[in-house]
């Protein structure tokens, strides 16, 4: 008889075995609104010290994808850009994918909770996200890039001053199962006090 001690969930295969999908091996379909919504949900379930919620996410889809793309590129063409090829992979930038999440890190200074605690907090929001992603059968990579750090794509994605984008998540079907990439030996990086 298991019981919930000694049960061993699916779960431990997926976390053994997820991985990234480059943003251009993900296609159509994406997740549907409630799996998105189920998706965003466990997301949201991360450790946060003082209950600060230091983080939101902003969902990017559709036409908006298109609409930021052109937004990227002309923020390159302003900063005196000028190669085509560029400009046009700024202006798809975010249709590779059919879903794009910005994840958004909003410190909050209560005087007494350091910010790299919140800072990690928005961190495993990210990975949470990518986790329900992968659990729900889906594939997804985590981007920044230049535009994770340009005050007018903050401005565009309507961040205030104080905010940051952590990342942009894209999500999709992968076109193929990745292949594992190397990994750390756990000898190099557990030691033993
Ligand atoms: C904060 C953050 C930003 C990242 N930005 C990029 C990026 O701009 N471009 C990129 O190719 N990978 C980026 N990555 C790495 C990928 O998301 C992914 O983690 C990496 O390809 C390793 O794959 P894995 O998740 O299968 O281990 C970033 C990861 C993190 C955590």
């Not at 049960?7 to 991985?19: C, D, G, M, N």
């Not at 340009?150 to 205030?160: A, F, I």
Request: charged residues 30%.
């Amino acid at each position: 008889m298991t019981s919930l001690h000694n049960k061993k969930p699916e779960a431990l295969e997926l976390l053994r075995t997820r991985r990234s999908v480059l943003a251009r091996n993900l296609t159509n379909p994406g997740p549907d609104k409630d799996t998105l919504r189920d998706i965003f949900e466990i997301a949201l379930r991360v450790p946060d010290h003082r209950k600060l919620e230091p983080w939101r996410l902003i969902l990017i889809t559709g036409e908006n994808r298109q609409k930021l793309g052109e937004k990227l590129a002309a923020i390159r063409a302003a900063n005196g850009e000028t190669e085509p090829a560029l400009l046009d992979m700024e202006r798809q930038r975010f249709t590779r994918a059919p879903i794009v999440v910005a994840l958004v890190f909003s410190p909050r200074d209560d005087g007494k909770t350091p910010e790299i605690e919140q800072l990690l907090s928005t961190g495993a929001i990210g990975q949470n996200l990518q986790l329900a992603v992968a659990a729900h059968g889906f594939g997804s990579q985590w981007v920044t890039d230049w535009c994770a750090y340009d005050d007018h794509v903050k401005q565009e994605l309507g961040l205030k001053p104080h905010e940051h984008i952590a990342g942009f998540i894209h999500i999709g079907t992968p076109r193929q199962p990745p292949r594992e990439r190397p990994r750390p030996a756990l000898k190099d990086k557990l030691s033993i006090y």
